[in-house]
C-alpha cells in the first residue's frame, strides 16, 4: 500500500464531492489564515476540529444554506455534520469549501497539496505550494523559484539576483509577508527578510486582482506562512548538498577586440570559479499544553564556499551563519488564539582577497585560476530579525477581529574593518592603451572602491508596523475593513572614494571633453565623490473596506476601496513627498455558470500603488555629488597610481549633484502623484474531468502615473527668461526633481534669487519630457491534475507583451536599481528612442512540472521551462552639444542612452529593442526520490539535477555600444555574449523525520 505521506491522495470521491473540493481560495482572504465554506442543510450544525492542534468551533448554518469558517490557521481539519465527515486542508490566503448533503457523497480525505483551482467564490489569481509539494520538485530552495512555477512570472536580471518579475513588472514592485507581516525592504525593494527554508509551511503567490487589504506593490505578492506546533511532538533532521564536483563549469567569454593584450583576452573569465553549499537544519515542534498552547522552532546551519577568479587577483567568500526560526501559538479558548514569530536571520560572510604573483616581466600573472598571495581579509554583515505578534478573536459567529504587531531589523552590507589596507590611496586606472579596458594601477585596494563615514555604524533598515482587520458577515454581504499603519527608516552612511579621489588615464582620440587634442596625447578624468550621513524616514499608512456580496446562489460580486498615504522624510525630518488619500478601487466577480462548480466565469479591475522608495530620501533629499574634470598630466606616481604633476585643465568641470543638502520644499512636485497601475483580468475555468482542470485568463495592466527624477536645468532657465524671471539662477534648485513625466510641473522655485520659494507651474514643454509609458498585456492558458494515484501534474503557457518607454522601478539594462531614481528621464534625450519592448518582456513561456510515485519507494519528478528571450538594445553617451548648463552635469553619466557611435564612429539615435532578441532557452530539471520501506517511511534521500542536459544558450548580450565620452569609440564587444544558462548542478537531500 503507497503511504499518504509520500503523495497527496484522496479517498474515494463522490463526483459532486470532487468537484467542491477541487477549489482553491475564496478571494481576498486574510494574508496569513484560511478559511472553510461550503452548503449545508439550513439549520443544521457544522462543527470543525484541527487534526494538528484540537482548535474547536461550530456554527448553525444560515437560511439560505450557506457557511463560513473565516481567520483559521492553516493545516488540517475534521469538518463535519450530521454523520457526514471531511478531512480537508486549509492553505494560506484560501478558502476549502465543503458541501454537505450532496447526492453520492461520500466522506473523503485531502491531505498534504494543493486543492484545484476552480473556486466560484473566487475572483483572485492566486496560487498556493505546500512544502510537501515543494519537496516533491526539483526546484531551488528559495521563494523566488518557487514563485517562478506561477503564471505570469518570468526571472527578471542576473544583476538584481534573478527576482521574480510579475505580470510584466520591474522586480522590484512585489510585497513580500511573512505570516501577515510586511517583510519587504522598501529601500529598493529588491530584498526582503530571510527565513529558514523548511520552515515554510506554505507559499502563496498573487500575481493580480487582489483585494483591498493588499497594497504597496504593482507586480505581485509573495505570502509566507510558517510551520508551527501540533499536538504530537514531531521532529527531524535535514541536509542540502549542492558539491562543486557535481556542478558544470561555467563559460568564459572571449573578447572580439583584436587590440586586447594576451593577459587581457577575456571579456568574461568564469570557468575557474567554484561553489559549494551545504545547508542543514535540526528542528522540533509539539505541544507545551495539550490543544492549547504550542511551539515549533528551526535551526538552520550552512557551510557555503566560493572561490572567484579575476585576471589578477581573485577572492573566496565563506558563509557558516545558522538561522532560526521560534514559532508560539496559544489558542486562549477556541474563539482566541495569540501567536507569536522570532526569525534570526543576521549572517557574516567571511572574505579573503588575493594578488596572483608577478611573472617574468614583472606584471601579475593573469587568469591563473588559482589564488596567489593574501591581500586582505575581512567580514561583510547583514540580515537582523524579526519579530511578529498577532492576535485573532472570534467575537461571534458574525464577526472577527485580528491585530498584528511586527518589527524588522535589518543591517546592509556592513564591512568589518570599515577600512581595509590601502585605504589611503586613490582609486586607479589605467585605459591607456585600449579605452575599453582598465589595469589597476596604485596601491589601492581592489576591495574598497569608496571609504565610508567612520562614526555612523552600519546601514540599517528598520520597519516597525502594526495592522487592524475585521468581517463582518451580514446576511449576503461579508464585510472587511481595516488600517494598517508602518515606520520604516534606512540609515545610510556617507561616502568617499578611497583616498578622496579617482583617477583614470585614457589616450586622445582627437578630441577631449569637446576640446581638440592632438590624437595620442595622454590625458586623466578625476572624479571627486561624496555622499553625506543620516537616517531617513517613510511613513506608510492605508486603510480599507471591501465588501464580497453573495448576489445569487451563482453570482458573487466584490468591491472595495483602500486609500493610501505615503511620507517621506529627509535626514532632518521634514517631509519632501507626502501624498494622502491616494484611492485604489477594486472590484471582481465570479458566476458559477453551470451551477455545479464545474464552469467559472470571472474578472477582477483594481488600481494599485506604489510607495516611494526610501532610497529616493537618502539620494534625492540628501548630499550626493561628483566632480568630474579633465587634465594633461606629467608622469604617475608607481606607488600610489596618481599624478606626479597635473597640468592644465581640459574644457570644464562637469558637476552631477551638491554638497549641500536641497531645500524639502523644492525637491518634489507638489502636483505629484506616486507611482499607480491599473489592471483588468477575464477569466474562463472548466472541469474536464475528476482530476483534470484548464482555464485561460487575460491580463491587461497599465502605469498610469509613473513617477521618476529630472536631472536637468536648461529648460528651467528658459522658462525663467520667457516669463520674465531675470534674476533667477538654477542653482538654487534641488540637483534632481521627482515629478510625473509628461505632465506640467508644479514646484516651489525660488525665482528671484532672493531666499523666497514661490510655487509656480512650468509647462512640460520646457522639459521635452513623454509621458511614463508601460503596459503588459497577456493571455494565460494554465491547467493542472490533481494529486491521486500517486500522480500529479501543473502546467501553463503564457503569450504577453511588456511595451512602453520605461521598465519601471529598476534599469535592467544598467542594472541600476535606484526605484523613482533611474537615469530614464534624467534628461528628455535618453527618451529618446526608448519606446519598445521592455527587459522583461518574454513572448512566449511554457510550464510544466509534475510528480509520480513508481511504487512505494520510488518516485520521480521534472520541471520543464521553455522561454523565448529577451530584448535587445544599444546603450551610448547623449550628445551634449546644444545642451546648455545641463552638458555639465550629464558628462557623469555612463553610455546609458540610445544614441550610439555606429560602425562609421559616427552617433544615431537607435531604438529600444532594435538588435533583435537573446535566444529561446529550454530547461529540463529532474529529481529522483528514495524512501526505504525499512526506514518506516521516515528516511527521505533525494537527487535533483538543474539543467539535465546543459543547455547554454545566451541569456544576456553586452549593450553597451561604446565607451570613453571624451573620446567617443565604437565598442568591439558590442553584442558579445555575456551571461548564459546556469550549467548543470546537482542536489544531494536526506531528510529524516521523527
Avoid at 545547508?279 to 509539539?286: I, M, P, T
Avoid at 486562549?332 to 604573483?357: A, K, Q, R, S, W
Avoid at 511578529?388 to 472577527?400: A, E, M, P, V, W
Avoid at 604617475?636 to 597610481?641: E, S
Wanted: net charge negative; proline share 5%; aromatic share 12%.
Amino acid at each position: 500500500m503507497k503511504k499518504t505521506s509520500q503523495l497527496w491522495r484522496q479517498s474515494r470521491v463522490g463526483a459532486a464531492v470532487a468537484v467542491a473540493l477541487m477549489f482553491t481560495a475564496p478571494s481576498f482572504a486574510d494574508n496569513a489564515m484560511g478559511s472553510i465554506y461550503g452548503q449545508a442543510k439550513a439549520g443544521s450544525s457544522v462543527s470543525i476540529v484541527s487534526v494538528d492542534t484540537g482548535l474547536k468551533r461550530d456554527l448553525t448554518v444560515a437560511a439560505d444554506g450557506r457557511f463560513n469558517f473565516s481567520q483559521l490557521p492553516t493545516g488540517r481539519y475534521k469538518v463535519s455534520s450530521g454523520a457526514e465527515s471531511y478531512e480537508i486542508l486549509v492553505t494560506i490566503g484560501t478558502g476549502s469549501p465543503v458541501y454537505f448533503g450532496r447526492e453520492g457523497a461520500e466522506s473523503i480525505t485531502v491531505t498534504g497539496g494543493r486543492i484545484s483551482p476552480i473556486d466560484t467564490s473566487s475572483a483572485e489569481s492566486t496560487t498556493v505550494f505546500t512544502q510537501e509539494q515543494i519537496q516533491r520538485l526539483p526546484v531551488s530552495r528559495d521563494i523566488t523559484s518557487v514563485a517562478l512555477l506561477a503564471p505570469g512570472t518570468v526571472k527578471g536580471d542576473t544583476g538584481f539576483g534573478n527576482l521574480a518579475s510579475i505580470g510584466g513588472s520591474s522586480v522590484a514592485e512585489n510585497g513580500y509577508y511573512i505570516n501577515g507581516f510586511d517583510v519587504t525592504n522598501i529601500r529598493d525593494f529588491l530584498s526582503y527578510a530571510e527565513l529558514p527554508f523548511d520552515a515554510i509551511a506554505q507559499q502563496q503567490i498573487k500575481t493580480g486582482g487582489y483585494g483591498a487589504e493588499y497594497g504597496r506593490s504593482l507586480g505581485g505578492v509573495i505570502n509566507l506562512v510558517t510551520k508551527r506546533g501540533t499536538n504530537e511532538w514531531q521532529g527531524g533532521v535535514a541536509a542540502y548538498w549542492l558539491p562543486e564536483a557535481l556542478r558544470e563549469p561555467g563559460k568564459n567569454v572571449l573578447s572580439r577586440d583584436s587590440t586586447r593584450p594576451d593577459d587581457q583576452r577575456f571579456y568574461v573569465y568564469r570557468a575557474d570559479n567554484t561553489s559549494e553549499t551545504m545547508s542543514y537544519n535540526v528542528h522540533a515542534g509539539g505541544p507545551l499544553i495539550e490543544d492549547r498552547l504550542f511551539v515549533f522552532a528551526l535551526v538552520e546551519g550552512r557551510n557555503n564556499e566560493s572561490d572567484i577568479y579575476n585576471r589578477i587577483d581573485s577572492y573566496s567568500t565563506n558563509n557558516t551563519s545558522p538561522q532560526v526560526l521560534l514559532k508560539l501559538d496559544w489558542n486562549i479558548t477556541d474563539d482566541h488564539i495569540v501567536e507569536f514569530t522570532g526569525i534570526h536571520n543576521e549572517e557574516e560572510v567571511d572574505y579573503v582577497t588575493y594578488d596572483n604573483p608577478d611573472g617574468s616581466g614583472g606584471s601579475p600573472l593573469a587568469y591563473t585560476g588559482n589564488h596567489g598571495l593574501e591581500n586582505s581579509r575581512y567580514t561583510i554583515e547583514s540580515g537582523g530579525h524579526v519579530m511578529i505578534g498577532r492576535y485573532t478573536g472570534h467575537l461571534s459567529d458574525n464577526f472577527t477581529l485580528s491585530a498584528l504587531w511586527g518589527n524588522l531589523e535589518h543591517t546592509n552590507s556592513y564591512r568589518t574593518p570599515e577600512s581595509l589596507p590601502g585605504a589611503e590611496c586613490p582609486r586607479a586606472f589605467d585605459s591607456r592603451n585600449n579605452p575599453a579596458t582598465v589595469t589597476y594601477i596604485g596601491c589601492w585596494n581592489t576591495a574598497q572602491v569608496t571609504i565610508r563615514d567612520p562614526d555612523f555604524g552600519p546601514n540599517y533598515d528598520e520597519r516597525t508596523a502594526m495592522r487592524l482587520d475585521a468581517e463582518w458577515v451580514i446576511g449576503d454581504h461579508t464585510v472587511r475593513f481595516g488600517y494598517d499603519d508602518e515606520v520604516f527608516e534606512s540609515g545610510n552612511a556617507g561616502a568617499v572614494y578611497t583616498g578622496g579621489i579617482y583617477y583614470r588615464y585614457f589616450t586622445s582620440t582627437g578630441t577631449v571633453n569637446g576640446v581638440a587634442v592632438p590624437a595620442g596625447t595622454q590625458y586623466v578624468r578625476t572624479w571627486d565623490y561624496n555622499t553625506g550621513s543620516a537616517s531617513y524616514e517613510v511613513h506608510n499608512s492605508a486603510i480599507y473596506l471591501e465588501d464580497s456580496w453573495q448576489v445569487t446562489d451563482n453570482l458573487m460580486v466584490y468591491a472595495g476601496l483602500r486609500r493610501e498615504t505615503f511620507d517621506n522624510k529627509n535626514g532632518d525630518g521634514d517631509s519632501f513627498v507626502k501624498a494622502e488619500d491616494l484611492n485604489a478601487p477594486r472590484f471582481g466577480f465570479s458566476w458559477d455558470m453551470a451551477g455545479d462548480s464545474s464552469k467559472k466565469l470571472f474578472g477582477t479591475l483594481g488600481r494599485y500603488f506604489i510607495p516611494v522608495a526610501s532610497n529616493t530620501n537618502i539620494r534625492a533629499s540628501g548630499v550626493e555629488y561628483i566632480q568630474i574634470d579633465y587634465w594633461n598630466f606629467t608622469g604617475i606616481d608607481p606607488v600610489t597610481g596618481a599624478p606626479v604633476t597635473l597640468g592644465s585643465q581640459i574644457g570644464p568641470t562637469g558637476f552631477n549633484g551638491s554638497p549641500t543638502p536641497p531645500d524639502p520644499a523644492t525637491v518634489a512636485a507638489t502636483n505629484l502623484n506616486p507611482m499607480y497601475q491599473d489592471e483588468l483580468i477575464l477569466g474562463y475555468q472548466q472541469q474536464l474531468s475528476s482530476d483534470w482542470t484548464v482555464g485561460v485568463r487575460y491580463i491587461d495592466r497599465e502605469v498610469k502615473d509613473g513617477m521618476e527624477d529630472f536631472c536637468s536645468h536648461q529648460g528651467f532657465i528658459d522658462w525663467a527668461a520667457d516669463n520674465g524671471y531675470n534674476n533667477f539662477d538654477y542653482h538654487s534648485m534641488a540637483t534632481c526633481i521627482i515629478l510625473n513625466p509628461g505632465r506640467d510641473l508644479a514646484l516651489n522655485v525660488d525665482v528671484n534669487d532672493d531666499g523666497n520659494l514661490v510655487p509656480v507651474v512650468i509647462p512640460n514643454e520646457y522639459l521635452g519630457l513623454p509621458k511614463y509609458e508601460r503596459t503588459y498585456r497577456a493571455l494565460e492558458v494554465f491547467w493542472e491534475r490533481t494529486p491521486s494515484d500517486g500522480w500529479f501534474l501543473q502546467g501553463s503557457y503564457t503569450y504577453g507583451k511588456s511595451e512602453g518607454n520605461v521598465e519601471g522601478y529598476v534599469n535592467s539594462t544598467l542594472e541600476q536599481d535606484d526605484p523613482g531614481l533611474t537615469q530614464d528621464f534624467d534628461h528628455y534625450l535618453f527618451t529618446d528612442g526608448a519606446k519598445g519592448y521592455l527587459p522583461n518582456d518574454r513572448r512566449h513561456t511554457l510550464k510544466v512540472f509534475t510528480a509520480y510515485d513508481l511504487n512505494d519507494e520510488w518516485a520521480v519528478s521534472a520541471n520543464l521551462l521553455v522561454q523565448s528571450g529577451r530584448p535587445v538594445s544599444c546603450n551610448g553617451y547623449v550628445p551634449l552639444a546644444g545642451l546648455g548648463v545641463d552638458a555639465s552635469s550629464l558628462q557623469a553619466y555612463s553610455a546609458s542612452s540610445f544614441y550610439c557611435v555606429d560602425e562609421n564612429g559616427n552617433t544615431v539615435l537607435t531604438q529600444r529593442g532594435q538588435y533583435g532578441e537573446t535566444p529561446w532557452t529550454y530547461m529540463v530539471d529532474v529529481g529522483v526520490a528514495y524512501v526505504p520501506a525499512w526506514a518506516d517511511g521516515k528516511l527521505v534521500l533525494r537527487a535533483d539535477i538543474f539543467n539535465l542536459f546543459d543547455f547554454d544558450k545566451v541569456t544576456e548580450y553586452e549593450e553597451t555600444g561604446e565607451f570613453n565620452r571624451a573620446s567617443p569609440t565604437r565598442n568591439p564587444d558590442f553584442l558579445n555574449d555575456v551571461n548564459y544558462q546556469s550549467p548543470r548542478a546537482v542536489r544531494l537531500t536526506a531528510r529524516y523525520s521523527f
